[in-house]
């Protein structure tokens, strides 16, 4: 048995939960960060679906991303 699947060895992971203000913050964050590409790509191809595949990709991006610091 190796030191990494050792039930005692895994980290708790308490204080790295993100508060729910944090949390809200990312998601908006991802969102704008989403919707400037997503203008950015429509403009440049004028095809106007870029939008919401970069609204998409910013939500994601935002729901995973590292919590923005206080």
Request: hydrophobic residues 45%; positive net charge.
């Amino acid at each position: 048995m190796s030191k990494s699947s050792r039930p005692g060895n895994r980290p708790t992971g308490k204080g790295e939960e993100p508060t729910p203000e944090q949390r809200r913050k990312q998601i908006f964050l991802g969102l704008a960060v989403g919707a400037v590409m997503g203008l950015v790509l429509g403009f440049f191809t004028q095809f106007w679906l870029w939008l919401p595949a970069g609204l998409a990709v910013g939500l994601a991006t935002g729901a995973i991303m590292k919590p923005p610091a206080n």
